[in-house]
């Protein structure tokens, strides 16, 4: 194997050592592949990429969250806890997410996303009785990233018609930037509470810059209003491509908060 290859594919899952510069755009530029592949593959399907199946899939985030937590759980031998590290995970939870949802809309035809979403509910639900197992270090940890990523939400939904952030009013939107303002509060937490280490390259350099992991809100918010914002306004008349990318912005999102918060309530 050329060592290229090992320094920034293979060690970094290996060891779980985190991201750097290269696999993150590699990962993103998959990540794009795999939304245009998904988009060609429901059409078939006639599978409607509204916004009622985007909450019905919001279940698989946490399946993937809470994945992710039982391998930091070192519950799962090698080889197969390589399966629960990225790359790798997205393409496991994606698989059983699309097993799922080709199995309920064979069953259940048009009443397919309920089930769709229960698989995804009964899934997770498998995921945490398991972790439960290990006993809760804090149950007070929650509640206060809880608390933080919600007042942060609010704050930035009341400036939002001042700031003439019309998109904002859209609830899937609001439930996209709540889950941005969770991670950011997950990681404040985490970081500046218990001194856990930030993976991302960009976000580990302004901490260290600025000494506190507080800058994950403002740079969240720099990050997502635009990117919002530019969705709106260049995808309205593709909702199912809209509909795809603001999943994909959710699961960005929702996936490390509820991972980073379910690791701090397990202490882990």
Not at 162 to 181: E, G, P, T, V, Y
């Given at each position: 194997?050329?060592?290229?290859?090992?320094?920034?594919?293979?060690?970094?899952?290996?060891?779980?050592?985190?991201?750097?510069?290269?696999?993150?755009?590699?990962?993103?530029?998959?990540?794009?592949?795999?939304?245009?592949?998904?988009?060609?593959?429901?059409?078939?399907?006639?599978?409607?990429?509204?916004?009622?199946?985007?909450?019905?899939?919001?279940?698989?985030?946490?399946?993937?969250?809470?994945?992710?937590?039982?391998?930091?759980?070192?519950?799962?031998?090698?080889?197969?806890?390589?399966?629960?590290?990225?790359?790798?995970?997205?393409l496991l939870v994606a698989v059983g997410t699309l097993v799922s949802l080709v199995l309920?809309?064979?069953?259940?035809?048009?009443?397919?996303?309920?089930?769709?979403?229960?698989?995804?509910?009964?899934?997770?639900?498998?995921?945490l009785a398991l972790l439960a197992s290990m006993g809760a270090e804090s149950y007070r940890?929650?509640?206060?990233?809880?608390?933080?990523?919600?007042?942060?939400?609010?704050?930035?939904?009341?400036?939002?018609?001042?700031?003439?952030?019309?998109?904002?009013?859209?609830?899937?939107?609001?439930?996209?930037?709540?889950?941005?303002?969770?991670?950011?509060?997950?990681?404040?937490?985490?970081?500046?509470?218990?001194?856990?280490?930030?993976?991302?390259?960009?976000?580990?350099?302004?901490?260290?810059?600025?000494?506190?992991?507080?800058?994950?809100?403002?740079?969240?918010?720099?990050?997502?209003?635009?990117?919002?914002?530019?969705?709106?306004?260049?995808?309205?008349d593709d909702p199912p491509l809209l509909n795809l990318t603001r999943l994909a912005l959710?699961?960005?999102?929702?996936?490390?908060?509820?991972?980073?918060?379910?690791?701090?309530?397990?202490?882990?």
């Amino acid at each position: 194997m050329h060592p290229w290859i090992y320094k920034y594919y293979v060690e970094p899952i290996i060891h779980d050592s985190g991201y750097n510069l290269v696999n993150t755009v590699t990962w993103a530029l998959i990540l794009g592949l795999m939304l245009m592949l998904i988009i060609r593959l429901f059409r078939r399907l006639q599978i409607s990429l509204d916004q009622r199946f985007v909450f019905a899939t919001a279940p698989y985030i946490l399946v993937g969250a809470s994945l992710r937590v039982v391998e930091d759980a070192e519950m799962v031998a090698v080889p197969f806890k390589y399966l629960l590290i990225t790359p790798f995970i997205y393409l496991l939870v994606a698989v059983g997410t699309l097993v799922s949802l080709v199995l309920c809309r064979w069953a259940l035809k048009e009443r397919y996303l309920a089930g769709y979403s229960a698989m995804g509910i009964l899934w997770t639900g498998g995921n945490l009785a398991l972790l439960a197992s290990m006993g809760a270090e804090s149950y007070r940890t929650p509640l206060l990233i809880f608390s933080l990523g919600s007042a942060a939400t609010l704050a930035v939904a009341a400036l939002a018609p001042r700031l003439k952030l019309r998109f904002l009013s859209d609830r899937l939107n609001q439930l996209i930037l709540f889950a941005h303002m969770l991670d950011a509060s997950s990681t404040y937490v985490g970081v500046d509470w218990f001194g856990y280490v930030e993976k991302h390259v960009l976000p580990n350099l302004l901490i260290n810059l600025t000494g506190t992991a507080l800058v994950m809100y403002p740079l969240k918010l720099l990050i997502l209003i635009p990117v919002l914002a530019l969705a709106d306004e260049t995808l309205r008349d593709d909702p199912p491509l809209l509909n795809l990318t603001r999943l994909a912005l959710l699961t960005l999102g929702l996936a490390p908060a509820l991972r980073n918060t379910i690791r701090l309530t397990l202490g882990i």
